[in-house]
Protein backbone atom coordinates (compact mmCIF):
# COMPACT_ATOMS: atom_id res chain seq x y z
CA UNK A 1 0.00 0.00 0.00
CA UNK A 2 0.53 3.81 -0.35
CA UNK A 3 1.18 5.57 3.08
CA UNK A 4 2.75 8.93 1.03
CA UNK A 5 2.81 10.27 -2.44
CA UNK A 6 3.97 13.82 -3.63
CA UNK A 7 4.36 15.27 -6.45
CA UNK A 8 7.53 13.67 -7.14
CA UNK A 9 8.46 10.93 -4.22
CA UNK A 10 6.10 7.96 -3.09
CA UNK A 11 6.21 5.45 -0.45
CA UNK A 12 5.06 1.85 -0.21
CA UNK A 13 4.99 -0.62 2.76
CA UNK A 14 4.10 -4.16 2.31
CA UNK A 15 1.97 -6.05 4.94
CA UNK A 16 4.47 -8.34 6.20
CA UNK A 17 6.13 -7.82 10.06
CA UNK A 18 8.53 -9.55 11.71
CA UNK A 19 12.05 -8.54 13.05
CA UNK A 20 13.89 -6.85 10.09
CA UNK A 21 12.95 -4.60 7.29
CA UNK A 22 14.12 -4.50 3.81
CA UNK A 23 14.08 -0.52 2.44
CA UNK A 24 14.14 -0.08 -1.70
CA UNK A 25 15.14 2.69 -3.68
CA UNK A 26 14.45 1.85 -7.53
CA UNK A 27 16.32 2.31 -10.46
CA UNK A 28 16.14 5.32 -12.79
CA UNK A 29 13.45 4.79 -15.91
CA UNK A 30 10.23 3.29 -14.43
CA UNK A 31 8.80 6.77 -13.28
CA UNK A 32 5.51 5.36 -14.77
CA UNK A 33 5.45 2.98 -11.87
CA UNK A 34 6.03 4.90 -9.13
CA UNK A 35 2.51 4.60 -7.81
CA UNK A 36 2.15 0.90 -8.90
CA UNK A 37 4.66 -0.70 -7.26
CA UNK A 38 8.27 -0.48 -5.79
CA UNK A 39 11.96 -2.04 -6.51
CA UNK A 40 11.81 -5.79 -5.88
CA UNK A 41 8.89 -5.61 -4.32
CA UNK A 42 7.67 -9.29 -5.76
CA UNK A 43 10.41 -11.52 -4.52
CA UNK A 44 10.22 -9.96 -1.10
CA UNK A 45 5.84 -10.33 -1.21
CA UNK A 46 6.60 -13.63 -2.06
CA UNK A 47 9.85 -14.18 0.86
CA UNK A 48 7.07 -12.34 3.25
CA UNK A 49 10.10 -10.23 3.72
CA UNK A 50 8.60 -7.04 5.58
CA UNK A 51 9.57 -4.22 2.84
CA UNK A 52 9.53 -0.15 2.48
CA UNK A 53 10.05 0.79 -1.13
CA UNK A 54 10.61 4.26 -1.62
CA UNK A 55 9.93 5.00 -5.63
CA UNK A 56 10.22 8.24 -7.87
CA UNK A 57 7.71 9.95 -10.21
CA UNK A 58 10.52 12.04 -11.67
CA UNK A 59 14.39 10.73 -11.69
CA UNK A 60 16.26 13.29 -9.62
CA UNK A 61 17.96 10.89 -8.05
CA UNK A 62 15.29 10.88 -4.94
CA UNK A 63 16.86 15.15 -4.03
CA UNK A 64 14.41 16.21 -3.51
CA UNK A 65 12.50 19.24 -1.06
CA UNK A 66 9.87 16.38 -0.04
CA UNK A 67 12.16 14.50 1.64
CA UNK A 68 11.37 16.31 4.79
CA UNK A 69 7.89 14.66 4.71
CA UNK A 70 8.34 11.19 3.32
CA UNK A 71 11.83 10.76 5.47
CA UNK A 72 10.36 10.87 9.10
CA UNK A 73 7.70 8.88 7.72
CA UNK A 74 9.96 6.16 7.00
CA UNK A 75 12.18 6.49 10.31
CA UNK A 76 9.07 5.83 11.98
CA UNK A 77 8.46 2.97 10.22
CA UNK A 78 11.42 1.43 10.84
CA UNK A 79 11.76 2.31 14.37
CA UNK A 80 9.71 -0.94 14.98
CA UNK A 81 12.33 -2.84 13.43
CA UNK A 82 15.37 -4.53 14.99
CA UNK A 83 17.38 -4.72 11.56
CA UNK A 84 17.56 -2.39 8.34
CA UNK A 85 18.70 -3.59 5.37
CA UNK A 86 18.35 -1.16 2.36
CA UNK A 87 19.03 -1.94 -1.41
CA UNK A 88 19.31 0.56 -4.25
CA UNK A 89 20.21 0.14 -7.88
CA UNK A 90 21.89 2.65 -10.00
CA UNK A 91 19.84 5.94 -8.89
CA UNK A 92 18.29 4.21 -6.42
CA UNK A 93 22.58 2.68 -5.12
CA UNK A 94 23.22 6.74 -4.49
CA UNK A 95 19.96 7.12 -2.55
CA UNK A 96 20.50 4.35 -0.43
CA UNK A 97 23.95 5.31 0.66
CA UNK A 98 23.05 8.76 0.90
CA UNK A 99 20.74 8.18 3.28
CA UNK A 100 22.31 4.92 5.38
CA UNK A 101 22.34 6.76 8.44
CA UNK A 102 18.93 8.26 8.18
CA UNK A 103 17.75 5.33 8.06
CA UNK A 104 19.40 4.06 10.48
CA UNK A 105 20.57 0.87 8.09
CA UNK A 106 22.66 -2.21 9.38
CA UNK A 107 23.59 -3.12 5.80
CA UNK A 108 23.20 -1.48 2.65
CA UNK A 109 23.73 -3.10 -0.88
CA UNK A 110 24.61 -0.48 -3.75
CA UNK A 111 24.02 -1.90 -7.02
CA UNK A 112 25.80 0.00 -10.20
CA UNK A 113 25.46 3.09 -8.09
CA UNK A 114 26.86 6.73 -9.13
CA UNK A 115 28.86 8.93 -7.23
CA UNK A 116 27.31 12.24 -8.62
CA UNK A 117 26.01 13.66 -11.64
CA UNK A 118 27.23 17.02 -10.83
CA UNK A 119 30.06 18.14 -13.90
CA UNK A 120 31.77 20.15 -11.07
CA UNK A 121 32.85 17.57 -9.12
CA UNK A 122 32.56 14.15 -11.28
CA UNK A 123 33.68 12.82 -15.05
CA UNK A 124 32.36 9.95 -16.94
CA UNK A 125 28.51 11.32 -16.73
CA UNK A 126 26.60 11.08 -19.70
CA UNK A 127 25.00 13.68 -21.27
CA UNK A 128 21.63 12.23 -21.10
CA UNK A 129 21.99 12.41 -17.15
CA UNK A 130 23.02 16.09 -17.54
CA UNK A 131 20.25 16.66 -19.62
CA UNK A 132 17.42 14.82 -17.90
CA UNK A 133 18.26 13.93 -14.66
CA UNK A 134 20.15 17.02 -12.82
CA UNK A 135 18.88 20.29 -11.45
CA UNK A 136 20.17 22.98 -9.53
CA UNK A 137 19.25 20.89 -5.88
CA UNK A 138 21.27 18.46 -6.85
CA UNK A 139 25.15 20.53 -7.09
CA UNK A 140 27.65 18.96 -4.66
CA UNK A 141 25.42 15.79 -4.37
CA UNK A 142 28.84 13.14 -4.26
CA UNK A 143 28.47 10.90 -1.49
CA UNK A 144 30.89 11.77 0.85
CA UNK A 145 30.32 10.24 4.19
CA UNK A 146 32.99 9.67 7.50
CA UNK A 147 31.91 7.12 10.22
CA UNK A 148 28.61 5.97 10.49
CA UNK A 149 27.18 2.43 11.74
CA UNK A 150 26.01 1.04 7.95
CA UNK A 151 28.08 -1.16 6.77
CA UNK A 152 28.04 -0.75 2.50
CA UNK A 153 28.64 -3.11 -0.69
CA UNK A 154 28.68 -1.61 -3.86
CA UNK A 155 28.28 -4.55 -6.23
CA UNK A 156 29.07 -3.26 -10.05
CA UNK A 157 30.93 -4.75 -13.27
CA UNK A 158 34.81 -3.78 -12.98
CA UNK A 159 34.66 -4.31 -17.15
CA UNK A 160 32.04 -1.34 -17.35
CA UNK A 161 34.40 1.81 -17.25
CA UNK A 162 31.64 4.40 -15.88
CA UNK A 163 30.53 2.35 -13.18
CA UNK A 164 34.10 1.44 -12.23
CA UNK A 165 35.14 4.95 -12.10
CA UNK A 166 31.88 5.63 -10.06
CA UNK A 167 33.07 2.84 -7.50
CA UNK A 168 36.41 3.82 -7.13
CA UNK A 169 35.13 7.13 -6.17
CA UNK A 170 32.57 6.35 -3.73
CA UNK A 171 35.52 4.05 -2.11
CA UNK A 172 37.68 7.27 -2.26
CA UNK A 173 34.95 9.30 -0.44
CA UNK A 174 32.63 6.93 1.64
CA UNK A 175 34.01 4.43 4.73
CA UNK A 176 33.02 0.89 5.18
CA UNK A 177 32.29 0.19 1.95
CA UNK A 178 32.80 -3.25 0.47
CA UNK A 179 33.28 -4.20 -3.24
CA UNK A 180 31.75 -7.33 -5.03
CA UNK A 181 33.12 -6.95 -8.24
CA UNK A 182 30.84 -8.91 -10.29
CA UNK A 183 32.39 -9.33 -14.55
CA UNK A 184 30.93 -9.55 -17.36
CA UNK A 185 27.35 -8.14 -16.82
CA UNK A 186 27.14 -4.66 -17.50
CA UNK A 187 24.88 -1.88 -15.47
CA UNK A 188 21.82 -4.69 -15.29
CA UNK A 189 23.77 -6.13 -11.99
CA UNK A 190 19.80 -7.13 -10.74
CA UNK A 191 18.98 -9.30 -14.08
CA UNK A 192 21.76 -11.37 -12.74
CA UNK A 193 20.66 -11.75 -8.71
CA UNK A 194 16.89 -11.71 -9.30
CA UNK A 195 14.50 -14.03 -8.08
CA UNK A 196 12.73 -14.83 -4.69
CA UNK A 197 15.07 -17.31 -3.12
CA UNK A 198 18.44 -15.24 -4.71
CA UNK A 199 16.63 -12.59 -3.05
CA UNK A 200 15.99 -14.50 0.05
CA UNK A 201 19.61 -15.47 0.70
CA UNK A 202 20.76 -12.22 -0.20
CA UNK A 203 18.37 -10.35 3.00
CA UNK A 204 19.68 -13.63 5.52
CA UNK A 205 22.70 -13.11 4.25
CA UNK A 206 23.27 -9.27 4.66
CA UNK A 207 21.55 -9.71 8.49
CA UNK A 208 24.55 -11.54 9.50
CA UNK A 209 26.65 -8.82 9.18
CA UNK A 210 29.65 -10.80 7.78
CA UNK A 211 30.83 -9.35 4.84
CA UNK A 212 32.65 -12.15 3.28
CA UNK A 213 29.80 -14.23 3.48
CA UNK A 214 27.74 -11.81 2.15
CA UNK A 215 30.28 -10.90 -0.89
CA UNK A 216 30.58 -14.49 -1.58
CA UNK A 217 26.86 -15.24 -1.19
CA UNK A 218 26.42 -12.24 -4.31
CA UNK A 219 29.19 -13.90 -6.20
CA UNK A 220 27.46 -17.49 -6.10
CA UNK A 221 24.45 -16.60 -7.03
CA UNK A 222 25.59 -14.56 -10.31
CA UNK A 223 27.83 -17.34 -11.11
CA UNK A 224 25.07 -19.83 -11.46
CA UNK A 225 22.03 -17.51 -12.11
CA UNK A 226 20.12 -18.65 -15.61
CA UNK A 227 21.38 -15.13 -17.23
CA UNK A 228 24.91 -15.17 -16.32
CA UNK A 229 25.14 -18.82 -17.88
CA UNK A 230 23.26 -17.30 -21.44
CA UNK A 231 26.18 -14.90 -21.47
CA UNK A 232 28.46 -17.36 -21.26
CA UNK A 233 27.21 -19.56 -23.92
CA UNK A 234 26.75 -15.70 -26.31
CA UNK A 235 30.60 -15.40 -25.46
CA UNK A 236 32.00 -18.46 -25.56
CA UNK A 237 30.22 -20.72 -27.69
CA UNK A 238 32.40 -19.70 -30.78
CA UNK A 239 35.31 -20.04 -29.03
CA UNK A 240 34.65 -23.01 -26.79
CA UNK A 241 31.84 -24.96 -28.24
CA UNK A 242 32.19 -28.17 -26.53
CA UNK A 243 33.09 -26.86 -23.21
CA UNK A 244 29.87 -25.18 -23.47
CA UNK A 245 27.95 -28.48 -24.77
CA UNK A 246 29.27 -30.23 -21.67
CA UNK A 247 27.86 -27.03 -19.76
CA UNK A 248 24.32 -27.76 -21.32
CA UNK A 249 23.99 -31.26 -20.54
CA UNK A 250 24.95 -30.07 -17.10
CA UNK A 251 22.10 -27.82 -17.16
CA UNK A 252 19.42 -30.51 -18.51
CA UNK A 253 20.60 -32.40 -15.66
CA UNK A 254 19.42 -29.56 -12.94
CA UNK A 255 15.95 -29.19 -13.59
CA UNK A 256 13.16 -26.55 -14.42
CA UNK A 257 15.50 -23.59 -13.56
CA UNK A 258 17.64 -23.58 -16.52
CA UNK A 259 14.82 -25.23 -18.84
CA UNK A 260 14.51 -21.80 -20.42
CA UNK A 261 18.24 -22.04 -21.54
CA UNK A 262 17.57 -25.53 -23.10
CA UNK A 263 14.84 -24.39 -24.93
CA UNK A 264 16.58 -21.76 -26.37
CA UNK A 265 16.94 -22.51 -29.98
CA UNK A 266 19.06 -19.87 -30.58
CA UNK A 267 21.71 -20.82 -27.85
CA UNK A 268 21.01 -24.47 -29.50
CA UNK A 269 21.33 -23.38 -33.53
CA UNK A 270 24.67 -21.72 -32.40
CA UNK A 271 26.33 -24.41 -30.44
CA UNK A 272 25.09 -26.93 -32.92
CA UNK A 273 26.78 -24.81 -35.94
CA UNK A 274 30.05 -24.32 -34.35
CA UNK A 275 30.43 -27.95 -32.58
CA UNK A 276 30.35 -28.82 -36.97
CA UNK A 277 33.34 -26.61 -37.10
CA UNK A 278 35.26 -27.90 -33.77
CA UNK A 279 34.56 -31.38 -35.91
CA UNK A 280 31.91 -32.40 -33.43
CA UNK A 281 29.75 -33.83 -35.16
CA UNK A 282 27.93 -36.34 -32.76
CA UNK A 283 27.46 -33.47 -30.02
CA UNK A 284 26.69 -31.51 -32.71
CA UNK A 285 23.20 -33.82 -33.20
CA UNK A 286 22.94 -34.24 -29.57
CA UNK A 287 21.84 -30.49 -29.40
CA UNK A 288 18.95 -30.80 -31.71
CA UNK A 289 17.83 -33.74 -30.06
CA UNK A 290 17.88 -32.26 -26.89
CA UNK A 291 16.27 -29.34 -28.50
CA UNK A 292 13.75 -31.34 -29.91
CA UNK A 293 12.84 -33.29 -26.98
CA UNK A 294 12.10 -30.42 -24.73
CA UNK A 295 10.68 -28.35 -26.49
CA UNK A 296 7.96 -30.35 -28.44
CA UNK A 297 5.13 -31.86 -26.77
CA UNK A 298 5.46 -35.36 -24.92
CA UNK A 299 3.52 -36.93 -27.50
CA UNK A 300 4.70 -35.59 -30.55
CA UNK A 301 8.41 -37.38 -31.47
CA UNK A 302 10.66 -35.86 -34.13
CA UNK A 303 12.54 -38.32 -35.67
CA UNK A 304 15.98 -36.84 -37.51
CA UNK A 305 17.62 -39.40 -39.70
CA UNK A 306 21.43 -39.10 -38.75
CA UNK A 307 22.88 -41.35 -41.21
CA UNK A 308 22.81 -38.78 -44.17
CA UNK A 309 22.37 -41.44 -46.16
CA UNK A 310 21.70 -41.02 -50.49
CA UNK A 311 18.15 -38.95 -51.26
CA UNK A 312 18.12 -37.90 -47.03
CA UNK A 313 16.59 -33.83 -47.15
CA UNK A 314 18.80 -31.66 -44.89
CA UNK A 315 18.03 -28.33 -43.67
CA UNK A 316 20.54 -25.29 -43.53
CA UNK A 317 21.73 -23.56 -40.70
CA UNK A 318 24.04 -20.67 -40.31
CA UNK A 319 26.85 -19.40 -38.79
CA UNK A 320 24.33 -17.69 -36.14
CA UNK A 321 22.33 -20.47 -35.71
CA UNK A 322 19.62 -19.83 -38.02
CA UNK A 323 17.61 -22.00 -40.42
CA UNK A 324 17.61 -20.66 -43.69
CA UNK A 325 13.55 -20.22 -44.87
CA UNK A 326 11.63 -19.06 -47.40
CA UNK A 327 8.75 -16.47 -46.61
CA UNK A 328 6.28 -17.53 -49.03
CA UNK A 329 4.22 -14.32 -48.80
CA UNK A 330 7.13 -11.68 -49.33
CA UNK A 331 9.23 -13.96 -51.62
CA UNK A 332 12.56 -13.76 -50.28
CA UNK A 333 14.77 -15.76 -47.51
CA UNK A 334 14.75 -15.19 -44.24
CA UNK A 335 17.01 -16.77 -41.34
CA UNK A 336 14.59 -18.36 -38.43
CA UNK A 337 15.11 -20.24 -35.39
CA UNK A 338 15.22 -23.58 -35.51
CA UNK A 339 11.55 -25.80 -34.51
CA UNK A 340 9.24 -23.13 -35.54
CA UNK A 341 9.62 -21.41 -38.49
CA UNK A 342 6.87 -18.00 -38.56
CA UNK A 343 3.83 -18.33 -40.00
CA UNK A 344 4.28 -18.21 -44.14
CA UNK A 345 7.51 -19.53 -44.10
CA UNK A 346 8.77 -22.86 -45.08
CA UNK A 347 12.61 -24.21 -44.23
CA UNK A 348 14.70 -24.39 -47.27
CA UNK A 349 16.33 -28.09 -47.80
CA UNK A 350 18.86 -30.04 -50.08
CA UNK A 351 18.27 -33.42 -51.02
CA UNK A 352 21.89 -35.83 -50.65
CA UNK A 353 22.76 -36.75 -54.27
CA UNK A 354 25.60 -37.85 -55.96
CA UNK A 355 24.51 -34.50 -58.35
CA UNK A 356 24.64 -31.02 -57.59
CA UNK A 357 23.03 -29.71 -54.78
CA UNK A 358 20.20 -27.76 -55.45
CA UNK A 359 18.03 -25.90 -52.73
CA UNK A 360 14.54 -26.52 -52.80
CA UNK A 361 10.95 -26.03 -51.05
CA UNK A 362 8.76 -28.77 -50.66
CA UNK A 363 4.79 -26.85 -50.42
CA UNK A 364 1.57 -28.85 -50.55
CA UNK A 365 3.08 -31.77 -50.90
CA UNK A 366 5.23 -30.24 -54.15
CA UNK A 367 8.68 -30.06 -54.30
CA UNK A 368 10.02 -26.72 -56.06
CA UNK A 369 13.35 -25.15 -56.86
CA UNK A 370 14.95 -21.90 -55.29
CA UNK A 371 15.87 -19.85 -58.65
CA UNK A 372 16.56 -16.15 -58.98
CA UNK A 373 14.43 -13.96 -61.66
CA UNK A 374 15.42 -10.80 -61.79
CA UNK A 375 17.51 -10.41 -58.74
CA UNK A 376 14.78 -11.80 -56.44
CA UNK A 377 13.66 -15.66 -54.97
CA UNK A 378 11.16 -17.21 -56.62
CA UNK A 379 9.90 -20.96 -56.96
CA UNK A 380 9.88 -23.37 -59.69
CA UNK A 381 8.84 -26.70 -60.50
CA UNK A 382 11.70 -26.66 -63.25
CA UNK A 383 15.77 -25.00 -63.16
CA UNK A 384 18.26 -24.06 -65.51
CA UNK A 385 21.80 -24.09 -63.75
CA UNK A 386 22.32 -20.25 -64.42
CA UNK A 387 19.76 -18.99 -62.29
CA UNK A 388 19.36 -21.89 -59.92
CA UNK A 389 20.45 -21.75 -56.04
CA UNK A 390 22.89 -24.57 -55.38
CA UNK A 391 25.35 -25.32 -52.61
CA UNK A 392 29.09 -25.87 -52.80
CA UNK A 393 31.65 -26.72 -50.34
CA UNK A 394 32.92 -23.84 -48.46
CA UNK A 395 36.63 -22.86 -49.43
CA UNK A 396 36.88 -20.68 -46.88
CA UNK A 397 40.31 -21.32 -43.79
CA UNK A 398 38.15 -22.32 -41.20
CA UNK A 399 36.76 -24.91 -42.94
CA UNK A 400 39.71 -26.63 -44.40
CA UNK A 401 40.28 -28.80 -41.83
CA UNK A 402 37.15 -30.49 -43.18
CA UNK A 403 37.50 -29.98 -47.12
CA UNK A 404 36.37 -33.58 -48.86
CA UNK A 405 35.11 -34.81 -45.39
CA UNK A 406 31.85 -36.74 -44.99
CA UNK A 407 29.17 -34.95 -45.82
CA UNK A 408 27.49 -33.73 -42.73
CA UNK A 409 31.26 -32.81 -41.75
CA UNK A 410 31.97 -29.91 -44.14
CA UNK A 411 30.74 -26.30 -44.62
CA UNK A 412 28.98 -25.14 -46.98
CA UNK A 413 27.86 -21.80 -49.11
CA UNK A 414 24.94 -21.19 -51.34
CA UNK A 415 25.62 -19.44 -54.24
CA UNK A 416 24.05 -18.13 -57.38
CA UNK A 417 24.99 -15.37 -60.12
CA UNK A 418 24.88 -12.84 -57.77
CA UNK A 419 27.37 -14.11 -55.04
CA UNK A 420 27.12 -15.95 -51.64
CA UNK A 421 23.71 -15.49 -49.74
CA UNK A 422 24.86 -14.37 -45.56
CA UNK A 423 22.22 -15.03 -43.21
CA UNK A 424 22.85 -11.50 -40.23
CA UNK A 425 22.16 -12.37 -36.71
CA UNK A 426 18.75 -10.65 -37.17
CA UNK A 427 17.45 -12.84 -39.86
CA UNK A 428 17.82 -10.55 -42.78
CA UNK A 429 19.86 -12.12 -45.72
CA UNK A 430 21.62 -10.91 -48.54
CA UNK A 431 21.86 -12.53 -51.99
CA UNK A 432 25.15 -10.85 -53.13
CA UNK A 433 27.88 -11.40 -50.91
CA UNK A 434 31.24 -11.41 -52.47
CA UNK A 435 32.95 -13.49 -50.26
CA UNK A 436 33.60 -17.05 -48.74
CA UNK A 437 34.18 -16.66 -45.37
CA UNK A 438 32.98 -18.31 -42.08
CA UNK A 439 30.04 -15.50 -42.18
CA UNK A 440 28.80 -16.76 -45.24
CA UNK A 441 28.82 -20.64 -44.10
CA UNK A 442 26.26 -23.18 -43.46
CA UNK A 443 26.19 -26.54 -42.08
CA UNK A 444 23.93 -29.14 -43.19
CA UNK A 445 20.99 -30.57 -40.63
CA UNK A 446 18.93 -33.72 -40.56
CA UNK A 447 15.16 -32.37 -41.84
CA UNK A 448 12.09 -34.50 -39.45
CA UNK A 449 12.15 -37.81 -41.08
CA UNK A 450 9.69 -40.77 -40.48
CA UNK A 451 12.91 -42.79 -41.21
CA UNK A 452 14.08 -43.06 -38.13
CA UNK A 453 17.41 -44.70 -36.57
CA UNK A 454 18.56 -45.32 -33.62
CA UNK A 455 21.36 -42.45 -32.20
CA UNK A 456 22.68 -42.47 -29.04
CA UNK A 457 23.77 -38.67 -28.10
CA UNK A 458 27.43 -38.63 -26.76
CA UNK A 459 27.23 -38.50 -22.54
CA UNK A 460 30.55 -36.56 -22.45
CA UNK A 461 33.16 -37.36 -20.01
CA UNK A 462 34.17 -34.20 -18.40
CA UNK A 463 33.04 -33.66 -14.86
CA UNK A 464 29.81 -31.08 -14.10
CA UNK A 465 32.90 -29.01 -11.98
CA UNK A 466 35.16 -29.04 -14.51
CA UNK A 467 32.93 -27.42 -17.56
CA UNK A 468 31.32 -25.36 -15.62
CA UNK A 469 34.49 -23.85 -13.71
CA UNK A 470 35.96 -23.44 -16.97
CA UNK A 471 34.07 -20.79 -18.39
CA UNK A 472 32.73 -19.87 -15.21
CA UNK A 473 35.93 -18.62 -14.41
CA UNK A 474 36.16 -17.03 -17.55
CA UNK A 475 33.03 -14.44 -16.35
CA UNK A 476 34.36 -13.89 -12.62
Known amino acids: MVIFEGHEIVVHRNEHSGKYVVVTFCPSGISQHATTGFFAEPPLNKAKIPAIGITSKQDFWFISSEEAEWLPLVQKEISNFEKVVVLGCSMGGHAAIRLADALNADVVLAMSPKWSLDRNECDHIDIKYEKENFRDAMLGMGLRRRGGRARIIIAYDPHDAVDSYHAATIVEHVDQVSEVKLFHIGHGIVDFISGTINTQKIVNASLTFDIPHIVSVISKIKRSHPHTIKKIFEKFTEKKPLLCFKLLKILRDRGIDYLPLIKDSTISGRLSYHLRREGRRDESYAVLQWLDAVTLPPAVKRERDYTFRNQSRCYLLSYHGLMLVYDIREKCLRGQRLIF ?20 LLFDDAEYFLVIQDGKIELDRYYDRASVLRLAESRAEEWMEQFNAEMDERGYVVASRLGFIVVFSEGD ?21 TDWHDYDAPSGSEPESDAISALGSVMG
Open 341 to 360: PETGCVPVHITLQTEDLYLK
Open 429 to 449: VWLDSKNDRTFESFVLIPAPD
